[in-house]
């Protein structure tokens, strides 16, 4: 198995280009069956091949090199999500005064539900035992690592 420190050795114009095409196709493609287009997958691209080749040459990624396309393609999966979500939470209707005033009502009752289920969610939440509570905060908020959580926990 060629590890990707091996295999990223090498001129980075040449591995930039097989890293282009091993994983452009299938996200252009990806990016189409989820309602994008071919300018939405040229953009989700770059910014995905700019993450994933910082975290390589930062050493955050080791492995060979299909574990790194399928870990570059994570990343365009998620960054095409993330689009999609941002622009329809940014959608709003600009044409008559009525439809905007029904636009803001349905946003109103939309924030009701996101203010009920934060609540619902933050009793729930405190139904948990400390220890539970301690590591979905170290996990959500903190960013912690499983493994760290899982070794400061043994602590306790």
């Given at each position: 198995?060629?590890?990707?420190?091996?295999?990223?050795?090498?001129?980075?114009?040449?591995?930039?280009?097989?890293?282009?095409?091993?994983?452009?196709?299938?996200?252009?493609?990806?990016?189409?069956?989820?309602?994008?287009?071919?300018?939405?997958?040229?953009?989700?691209?770059?910014?995905?091949?700019?993450?994933?080749?910082?975290?390589?040459?930062?050493?955050?990624?080791?492995?060979?090199?299909?574990?790194?396309?399928?870990?570059?393609?994570?990343?365009?999966?998620?960054?095409?999500?993330?689009?999609?979500?941002?622009?329809?939470?940014s959608?709003?209707?600009?044409?008559d005064?009525?439809?905007?005033?029904?636009?803001?009502?349905?946003?109103?009752?939309?924030?009701?539900?996101?203010?009920?289920?934060?609540?619902?969610?933050?009793?729930?939440?405190?139904?948990?035992?400390?220890?539970?509570?301690?590591?979905?905060?170290l996990?959500?908020?903190?960013?912690?690592?499983?493994?760290?959580?899982?070794?400061?926990?043994?602590?306790?």
């Open positions: 198995m060629e590890t990707l420190t091996n295999w990223s050795s090498g001129n980075p114009e040449d591995l930039l280009k097989q890293m282009y095409a091993d994983n452009y196709p299938w996200l252009e493609n990806y990016v189409r069956q989820n309602s994008g287009n071919d300018s939405d997958a040229q953009d989700v691209f770059q910014e995905s091949i700019a993450a994933a080749w910082l975290n390589l040459r930062q050493g955050r990624f080791e492995g060979d090199k299909a574990q790194f396309n399928a870990y570059l393609r994570q990343i365009c999966r998620y960054k095409w999500i993330n689009q999609i979500r941002s622009a329809a939470r959608k709003i209707i600009y044409s005064t009525l439809l905007e005033q029904e636009a803001e009502s349905d946003g109103l009752e939309v924030l009701k539900d996101q203010l009920q289920q934060s609540s619902l969610l933050q009793e729930c939440f405190m139904q948990l035992g400390t220890k539970c509570r301690q590591v979905l905060r996990f959500y908020y903190k960013k912690k690592p499983l493994g760290e959580i899982a070794g400061s926990m043994k602590k306790v």
